[in-house]
Structure formats: structure tokens, C-alpha cells
């Protein structure tokens, strides 16, 4: 590789321990992208640590008060290459040994040298970007000198709880050499009447089981097979560098366990360690090993360990393996990586309410004086059908629309008031549930404007408010706030006992398990035809056993490869009946279930179906929403009605995590997807089969995402979404079917990403632990308190400037840019590749920095960085005696509360009149219409106040002035 004409060693820098992991992709980059030679955080020593000599662990601490002693690394694919050469199930799992070799080396560092027992209870599966933090934990000895050790593991982002993966005892041995009997020298290696055993495709056959192993453990060279042992010579590939510390190479160790059960006759299966007993290393550091198996008790198998001349290296009492379900071992791998989760209503200690000043949204007169806090009652337990979906959320939406473009309302709160649509108890209000989604969206958009609550009645308001947060619900005067959380029942695998033999399986705990569909009934599929339907009809098939399928869409067999399907679900043993029917239709729908074969009873339900229509909502009409809700509101409800008296196993609701976070510019997709959850929790208190599943983005090349741009996905990787892999996502389908909980959200995060933002979303709060707040330096804190005093040390004739740079920075996050100088002052903001959405995140980010209300068009009415730095200028400009800005804008904000008619009755309106030159007849009533001063643009009431401008007609205002 040659990068600004320089030749990189990539052996050297590998040597050096560095991550390789976010090197950049793409050529010609003129950016440094290589990490300083500090290394991992530089000497533990000068942190208090202790270093530990070991390619898998840094550094080791004891225990303040204990004899306890910690023992941390981080494992990763990109500092150990070697480790993604280990993969079941098509993850990367730490291999079982590397278990065995974290334990033994954090046993003799600690005075001990035999390993009694180490029992493996949860895989490790190493994601293939980033890495996994590891502990390993040596307790206090017991009176007999035994320790316990236990080896643990989370994810990069210090929010991710750790999991324990093995758990052990370990001990001082005098005689550690007598127990690891050497295999004599003067012995003939093999021994002279053992069998030879043909090891051609023995890697291949253990591909096809699950088990891939790369060059790093393809050490087996040679078995031979004497009675009921076994004898095998392996060596470490070259290619692995071996590494200063290791006792026995976890891939060396590895290519030794591949000997075991080999020439008897017995098929060959994906197996893994799962306990071990008797362990001692005499002689570290080998890379090529002789190892002899032979039977130990209670199935195990006993190793016998020696370098080439016959001394003794290792030696193992017992072991014993475990056949590995890969499809479970997935759903490990997918869980751990912070996937799943539930939305959760946490209880918070009830504050003490404030003074409030409110008025329903209702009662505001059109030129009356705006309280502080504005109520939008959305609250009904009236007709709940799809009718009064659509009405409720097409009145909500002109009510945001006309409060976020309405300036008298800039410095006010809107609160928008349900009953009983959220699932803090039962959801009897459905409407209210989409409103919440629809109102989620806004306040992505808007931030501070907008206040969800979910109230007994309008006597909590007060109480909900002083709790600062932006969603709350008060049941009784308990209060509760939003809170992503991790799903109460554990999905970590557990070791069970497999139906077919008496090896320990590797299988999910039993709240894990996905729900049996009836291998003679028919599983009803919506959206079938589309990428995420087709994955789910052959998943049913293949994972479920579910043998006969409806698959319904809007074009039925006319769909683009639904023939294909077929055949391919035919070849599986499944019989699939495509079917062109609009779910929304409800006598379409009626008319498709009648004809479900009575010898083949509908079983199972997922609706799978939806649409697109993303806009912010300014841009947003009754008719783009509806496009939204009707296959997703309509259709699950009339699912949910045609199908309450079947006997359904499963009754599953494809959402998404817009209806949860609120995603800006999916206010119509929110507010159905927010309903389906909302749906799926009322079916659920029915004692009705249901299970919402809140997708997050999916990976693929068609599908519902596959129109997202590269603004839209740097948008979500701000904030710490990441797509899931086509196989990720069906194991978390199953995983998810398996618990009680009927809304999950199952989406991929980045923590970390989260953790580091600067207004973590309080969603986020419980999920994400962030360190104890540190006053930022105020010569890079962004906010508006440290703007405005940079500012104020600066001459007033630099401030364009200086806001200039603050504009162009921002866009430069927005766009991906690397820093401000990337983002040309003169060049149009449309030019540059600002969108919508990515203008109302920039207005934002600029809300922030700079303590002002700037409207969602802000980029649409400022052209460029240049033009809008001027109009922040002037926004933010100090008091002249010229008629200062500050100045302008309290006129304004007294001037729009008066109605006309107050000002002709104080005797004022003639006198204002006058000095703007204005004729007092031009505001007279027209058929008894009360005129008002928000009917004036801008430069009209700013020339009627200061009458400082003649660049007008003789009236001086705008001819929408009646």
C-alpha cells in the first residue's frame, strides 16, 4: 500500500499490536488515518497496573482489601487476525481453548498451577468489526488453597453488561510434573500396529457441519488410531505469529481437540469443549505437539500432551465436548452484540410541579397572548377502528404543522395529552398510540418544542412537566418516563441436555425458544414477494418446519420472482400458495381466510407489509399519511379482527423503530408503526398470540432501504444505528418470538457512538452509561453560553466570522465532511448536498449553539455559509444606536400578542399608524374581521415601530393587511 508516497509495512505494524480495523477503504485519502504509537491506552504501570505478559491479556490489577486479582485485554478479529479463523455457525467464535488458556495463564500468575474444572457456560462470538473487553477474575483461596476463576466479557462500550463465559477452580500443584505423565522418548511413535487415518476433506466435511475453521486451525497433520486411542501430530501454521506468553496456542490446543473420535466410524459433527478438568501446562510456548487421547469417565476423553521428542507439555484429566446447535449459537452472537431490546416505562421519584400557566390548544383565540404551556387534548376511548386512526392523526398533524410555523408560538411548549396509549398498563387508546408515533417524529425534528404525555386526566399536567422529560405517563400520581432497556428475561444460551444423546448441548435458555408453529397448519405471510417477505416464507420453512404458507401481496403471483419462491419452498417440502389480496381490503382479507383449508387451519400470522412516504412534517398532507397507515393500521387491524377467535400459535407484527425513536422525517411511518406495537400490546392483555418486532435498518440490496442515501445512513450512524445482516435479523426474529414480551425492538447499536454524543436522547438513559460530567474547556465547548462569550471577547466587526466557522463545522458533521474547510461559504447548501431532513438536523445542531429558535427552512432561506452567518450575525449582534436586533425582536413578540383592537382602543394605532406613514384607514375591519399585527411580514412591523424605512407603497405594510 503507498499513501502520500510512503510504503507501509503492514508485518511491522501488525507487530506493533495497532488496529487495522478503520484503515480507509478508499484510495488518494490525504488525511493521517494511522493511530498514534502509544498503543492501547500506553504502560499500565503508569496507571497503577500491572502488565501482563500475554498476547490476549494487557495488564493485571489486585483487588484494594482482597486477594482477588483481575486480569483484562480485548479480543478482537483485526488485533487477533488469527481469531477469525475460527467461525461456527457463521460467527466468529472464541474458541474453547482460548477459555482454557485465559484461565491457566491468570492461574499461574497467581501462584497457582493445576487447573481442577473450567466450565464453558456461554459462547463468545467476536463481532467482525470492533472487539469484546475480557476479564478474567482469580478470587481468594478457600481453606483447602483452592481459588475460583472466572473468565467474563462486554461489548466495546462500557454500557454493555458483562457476561460471564466460563467459571472454574484452580489450585497450587507440587507435583504438577508427576501428573502430566510424559510419553517416553524410547516409545515408537506411533505406536507400531496403529492405524493410520485419511484426514482428505476433514476441514471440508466440517464446513458442511457449521464449523469453518481458516488456515490458523488447520493444524491437524497426522492421526493414527491404536484400539480406543487415538494419536495425532500438530504444528501451528507459520503464518500465526505465536506471541510472547502463550502457555499452549489457543489454535495449536485447538488442532489437538480435532484428533478426538477420529477413525470411528462415528459421523463427524460440529463439537466444542464444555468442561474441563485436571489441566496443568509443564513446558509453554511449543508449536508443534504430539498429542494421545484416550477414554476418560463420564464420557470424556483424556489428552496426553508432548513436544516432538516425547516431553511432557500438557496434560488434561478430562474433557468433554458438546454438539453445537449453529442456528442458536447465532442467536448468542446476535443478542450479544447489543441488538434486542424492550421500551420500557421506568418509575422516577414524582416531582414537585411548578406554577403553570397553560390553555388548551382549543381555546387559543387566533390574537391572543400565547401561555408558556399550550395542550393539545388527543385523549379518546371512542371507536378505535382504522377511521379513527387516520382522523386523529390527520387533526394532530395540522396541529404541529401550525404550531412549529407559527412564530407567537416559538417561545411556548406544546403538550399533546393521551389516555391509556402507551403500555404502561393496558392500551385501550390506539389512535392516541399512533399519535404518539406521528408527535415522536416531531420532536426528532424539533427539539424542546413538543411534550408527550400520557395522563389519568389533566390534574398530573403539572407533575408531568416537572419532570423535565419530553415522554412521560402518570398513572395514580406514580411517574413514569420512556427508557430503551434490555428485555427482562435473559436470552444468554444455557447448557441443556440434547433430545438425541446424552452430550451436552449448546442450546437458549427456554424463554428463548421460538413458539411451535403446527406443522400441519398454514402460516398467513403479508408482504411476501418483497425482500424482507421472502427471507421470513423460506426461514418459516427451513427453521420452523412450517409446512404449507399464504403468501399475500398487492400483485400476487404477478410479483417479480414469486414463481421462484415457490419452487424454492417447494424443494424445502413446503407448500406455498401465492395470493394477490390487499390486507386493507377487509372483505378482500375476509374472503382469502375463508378459503384456508379446513384440514389445514390457519395457525400463524406475520404481517410483513408497509410503504414508505418520508417527508419532515411541514412538508407532510392527509394523504401522504394515509398511504403510510393503510397497509400497516388497516391491514393489522382487520388481521387482528378476522382472526381473534382462530387458535393462533403465533401472531406477529413486523414495526419499526421509527414508531420508538421517533425518526425525523418519518412521521407518517412512525405513527403506524407506534400503533402496531401498541396494537400488539393490546391483543397481548387479551390473552391473545402477539409479538411486535420494532425493526431497526436492515442490510440488503433491495428492500425498504435500499433507497437510503449516504446522507441517510451517516444520519443513523450519528447516531448509533448500524444495519443488521440478513442473518442477524432472522435470528433475532427467533430469539424475540421466544420471550413473553409482546413489543421488542430489535436494532442494532453502537453504544459507544451513543455514549459520546453531546444531547443524549433521555430513551437512551438507562441503556447507555456515560461517566460523570466533566466541565468541558471553554475553548471548544459548543454551546450557546460559550459561543456567546467567545463572541463577546471579539470586536463586533469579527463576529461574521466567527459564526461563519461555527456554520460551516456544522455543516461539515452533517455532510461527513472531515472539518469546515470542506464546506465552501459561497458554495448553495442545496449544492452541497443538504436534503430535508439533513437541514432540519442542521438547524439543530445551530439551535444548540447558538441559543436561538431558527426555523426548519433555515438553509432554504439562506442559500449558503456566507449568507447565513450574516443572518445569525444579525440575530446575535449587540445592542447599536442604530435600532439594535435585540431590540427588533422584543417589538416583534409585544407587537404579535395585540390584537388591533386593543391598540385602536388604548388610542395607540393611529399614533403607530403614523409613524410607520401609514393612513389609519388601511387597517380598518372588513366585514367585521379583527385585523392583527401577525398578518404584517417582517420588514412591515419593523417600519411601522422604528419608521426607519421608504422603500415601501404609501401604506407601509404588506397587502395581506386587512
Known amino acids: 500500500l503507498h499513501t502520500s508516497g510512503t510504503n507501509v509495512d503492514f508485518t511491522a505494524l501488525h507487530a506493533t499490536g495497532q488496529h487495522l480495523d478503520d484503515l480507509p477503504t478508499y484510495p488518494f485519502q490525504q488525511r493521517p488515518y494511522w493511530i498514534n504509537a502509544g498503543g492501547n491506552g500506553g504502560d499500565p504501570e503508569s496507571i497503577g497496573l500491572t502488565r501482563a505478559v500475554h498476547p490476549l491479556l494487557g495488564a493485571a490489577v489486585t483487588v484494594a482489601d482482597s486477594d482477588t486479582v483481575m486480569f483484562t485485554g480485548r479480543l478482537s478479529a483485526g488485533r487477533q487476525p488469527w481469531l477469525a479463523d475460527h467461525v461456527v455457525g457463521g460467527s466468529i467464535l472464541f474458541p474453547g481453548t482460548g477459555f482454557l488458556e485465559l484461565a491457566i495463564t491468570a492461574a499461574e500468575e497467581s501462584g497457582c498451577d493445576l487447573l481442577d474444572e473450567l466450565v464453558l457456560e456461554s459462547p463468545l462470538v467476536i463481532p467482525e468489526h470492533g472487539g469484546v473487553a475480557v476479564q478474567v477474575l482469580v478470587g481468594a483461596p478457600d481453606d ?15 454500557g454493555r453488561p458483562w457476561v460471564r463465559h466460563a467459571v472454574g477452580a484452580v489450585r497450587a500443584a507440587e507435583l504438577v510434573a508427576a501428573s502430566a505423565a510424559p510419553v517416553a522418548a524410547a516409545v515408537a511413535w506411533p505406536p507400531q500396529d496403529a492405524v493410520p487415518v485419511d484426514l482428505t476433506g476433514r476441514y471440508d466435511r466440517l464446513a458442511s457441519e457449521g464449523l469453518t475453521y481458516g488456515a490458523a486451525f488447520q493444524g491437524l497433520r497426522a492421526v493414527w488410531r491404536h484400539g480406543d486411542e487415538v494419536y495425532a501430530e500438530v504444528a501451528l501454521p507459520p503464518t500465526v505469529p505465536l506471541g510472547e506468553g502463550f502457555r499452549l496456542h489457543p489454535a495449536l490446543l485447538d488442532a489437538c481437540l480435532q484428533a478426538i473420535g477420529l477413525g470411528t466410524g462415528i459421523p463427524e459433527s460440529a463439537r466444542l469443549p464444555f468442561t474441563w478438568t485436571g489441566v496443568a501446562v509443564s513446558a509453554p510456548g511449543a508449536t508443534r505437539l504430539r498429542v494421545r487421547t484416550s477414554p476418560a469417565p463420564e464420557g470424556g476423553v483424556a489428552l496426553e500432551i508432548s513436544d516432538g521428542e516425547g516431553r511432557p507439555v500438557a496434560s488434561v484429566e478430562s474433557l468433554v465436548l458438546r454438539d453445537v446447535d449453529t442456528a442458536e449459537l447465532a442467536a448468542a452472537g446476535a443478542v450479544g452484540r447489543d441488538a434486542l431490546f424492550e421500551l420500557t416505562w421506568t418509575t422516577v421519584p414524582t416531582p414537585v410541579p411548578a406554577p403553570l400557566t397553560w390553555e388548551h390548544w382549543d381555546r387559543l383565540g387566533a390574537d391572543g397572548t400565547v401561555p408558556e404551556t399550550v395542550v ?98 402518570v398513572r395514580d ?52 414477494t418483497g425482500m424482507l417477505g421472502r427471507l421470513v416464507a423460506r426461514h418459516l420453512v427451513t427453521a420452523h418446519g412450517v409446512r404449507r404458507l399464504l403468501l399475500l401481496g398487492r400483485r400476487g403471483p404477478a410479483a417479480e420472482g414469486s414463481a421462484e419462491l415457490v419452487a424454492e419452498l417447494a424443494a424445502s417440502g413446503a407448500q406455498a400458495d401465492v ?39 411541514g412538508s407532510l398532507t392527509p394523504e401522504r399519511v394515509d398511504a403510510v397507515l393503510r397497509p400497516k393500521v388497516d391491514a393489522a387491524l382487520n388481521l387482528h379482527e378476522l382472526t381473534e377467535m382462530a387458535k393462533l400459535s403465533a401472531f406477529v407484527l413486523f414495526s419499526s423503530a421509527a414508531g420508538v425513536f421517533g425518526n425525523p422525517g418519518q412521521g407518517g411511518y412512525a405513527a403506524a408503526n407506534a400503533f402496531l406495537d401498541a396494537l400488539a400490546a393490546h391483543r397481548h392483555a387479551l390473552g391473545l398470540p402477539a409479538h411486535s418486532l420494532a425493526w431497526g435498518l436492515w442490510d440488503g440490496a433491495d428492500g425498504m432501504a435500499s433507497d437510503l442515501v449516504d446522507g441517510d445512513r451517516r444520519r443513523m450512524a450519528r447516531t448509533g444505528v ?29 453504544l459507544t457512538s451513543l455514549a459520546a454524543q453531546a444531547e443524549l436522547p433521555p430513551l437512551f438513559g438507562t441503556l447507555v452509561r456515560r461517566p460523570a460530567a466533566r466541565p468541558a474547556p471553554t475553548d471548544t465547548a ?44 459561497s458554495r448553495p447548501f442545496k449544492e452541497l448536498g443538504f436534503d430535508s431532513l439533513s437541514a432540519v438536523e442542521f438547524r439543530n445542531l445551530l439551535n444548540t449553539a447558538t441559543g436561538l429558535r431558527l ?59 403614523e409613524l410607520g406613514g401609514a393612513a389609519p384607514q388601511t387597517v380598518a375591519p372588513v366585514d367585521g374581521e379583527v385585523g392583527s399585527i401577525d398578518d404584517m411580514d417582517t420588514d412591515a412591523l419593523i417600519n411601522m415601530a422604528l419608521g426607519g424605512r421608504d422603500d415601501f407603497d404609501s401604506t407601509g405594510m404588506s397587502g395581506d393587511l386587512r
Open 144 to 158: 483447602s488453597g483452592v481459588r475460583p476463576v472466572s473468565v467474563h466479557s462486554r461489548g466495546d462500550d462500557p
Open 376 to 473: 393539545l387534548d388527543s385523549s379518546s376511548q371512542a371507536s378505535q377502528g382504522s377511521d379513527a386512526v387516520h382522523r386523529e392523526v390527520h387533526r394532530v398533524l395540522g396541529v404541529l404543522q401550525r404550531w412549529l410555523a407559527d412564530d407567537r408560538y416559538a417561545r411556548s411548549t406544546l403538550v399533546v395529552v393521551t389516555r391509556n396509549a402507551v403500555a404502561v398498563d393496558q392500551v385501550t387508546d390506539l389512535a392516541g398510540a399512533a399519535v404518539w408515533g406521528l408527535v415522536r417524529s416531531a420532536q426528532s425534528e424539533n427539539p424542546g418544542r413538543i411534550v408527550l404525555a400520557d395522563l389519568d386526566d389533566l390534574s398530573a399536567l403539572g407533575t408531568a412537566l416537572a419532570t423535565g422529560e419530553p415522554q412521560v405517563a
Open 477 to 528: 400520581g406514580e411517574v413514569r418516563v420512556a427508557r430503551l432497556t434490555r428485555p427482562s428475561a435473559p436470552l444468554t444460551p444455557a447448557p441443556a441436555t440434547s433430545a438425541s444423546s446424552d452430550t451436552p448441548a449448546l442450546a437458549l435458555d427456554v424463554t428463548a425458544r421460538p413458539p411451535a408453529f403446527a406443522p400441519e397448519g398454514t402460516v398467513l405471510l403479508t408482504g411476501a
Open 579 to 617: 395470493v394477490a389480496c390487499d390486507v386493507a381490503d377487509r372483505d378482500a382479507l375476509a374472503g382469502v381466510l375463508a378459503a384456508v383449508p379446513a384440514d389445514h387451519p390457519l395457525t400463524g400470522v406475520v404481517h410483513a407489509a408497509g410503504v414508505l412516504d418520508d417527508g419532515v412534517i
Open 722 to 750: 448500524r444495519p443488521l445482516s440478513e442473518t442477524d435479523g432472522l435470528t433475532l426474529l427467533d430469539a424475540a418470538l421466544g420471550t413473553d414480551a409482546p413489543a421488542l425492538v430489535p436494532i442494532r447499536l453502537d
Open 782 to 825: 459548543d454551546t450557546a453560553d460559550a459561543l456567546r462569550r467567545r463572541l463577546a471577547d471579539l470586536p463586533v466587526d469579527a463576529w461574521e466570522a466567527e459564526l461563519l466557522e461555527v456554520v460551516r463545522t456544522h455543516a461539515a458533521a452533517i455532510l461527513g465532511h472531515a472539518g469546515p474547510e470542506d464546506v465552501p461559504a
Open 855 to 913: 426555523p426548519p427552512t433555515l438553509v432554504f432561506d439562506h442559500p449558503n455559509a456566507a449568507v447565513l452567518a450574516a443572518e445569525l450575525t444579525s440575530q446575535l449582534a449587540p445592542d447599536t444606536d442604530g435600532g439594535e436586533p435585540d431590540t427588533e425582536r422584543r417589538i416583534r413578540e409585544v407587537l404579535h400578542a395585540i390584537p388591533l383592537s386593543r391598540l385602536r382602543d388604548a388610542g395607540l394605532l393611529e399614533r403607530l399608524l
